[in-house]
């Protein structure tokens, strides 16, 4: 399984590109899966729902199954930060590629998301973990690198960047055992 994360402050960019590279790695026959970060409470159920009514009843995990999805809801009874790492362990195994949303401070190798107009600073001058930017505005990035630059509005010319360079992106899960 090949992981790479995208990092960049909110509203950069990083769900358009990962939407948009779904399917772009999808038609290369690659199967993907998505890691996301959640800054705050959130919730995928729904009131009135009878995964919600066993959740509010105590449940510890409630996993939800049809012939087209599965779902597996888990209550933490205390606060727990999880890493990147755990929530790559939970994932299918037959899984091409992980794209992980967010965690823009964990080790993964990381394509920065970029964009002048936000106004923020960049991460890749001081990020190790950072391999390549994504950008719409590569003329204006506030420093020079030796890093690839890739257009953030071509999902394809990406999509092709990783696939060339995926054994740089092999995930080795006894590493963060």
């Not at 509203?11 to 690659?30: F, N």
């Not at 159920?45 to 597996?72: I, M, N």
């Not at 755990?86 to 920065?112: M, P, R, T």
Request: with cysteine; hydrophobic share 40%.
């Amino acid at each position: 399984m090949n992981v790479v994360a995208f990092a960049g402050y909110s509203g950069s960019g990083k769900t358009t590109l990962v939407e948009s590279l779904i399917p772009a790695l999808k038609l290369r026959g690659l199967r993907v899966s998505v890691v996301k970060h959640a800054h705050h409470s959130f919730d995928i159920d729904q009131p009135g729902k009878d995964t919600y009514r066993h959740r509010q009843a105590g449940a510890f995990e409630v996993v939800v199954a049809s012939d087209k999805r599965l779902a597996l809801i888990r209550e933490f009874e205390q606060p727990r930060a999880l890493s990147v790492h755990h929530l790559i362990a939970e994932l299918y195994e037959g899984v091409d590629w992980v794209l992980v949303e967010g965690f823009k401070s964990s080790d993964l190798l990381k394509v920065e998301v970029w964009r002048a107009d936000s106004g923020k600073p960049a991460r890749y001058p001081d990020d190790d973990f950072v391999v390549a930017i994504a950008t719409d505005s590569p003329d204006r990035l506030p420093e020079t690198t030796l890093r690839p630059v890739l257009d953030l509005n071509d999902a394809d010319a990406v999509a092709d960047w990783l696939v060339e360079n995926h054994e740089r992106f092999v995930y080795c899960a006894e590493l963060y055992a």
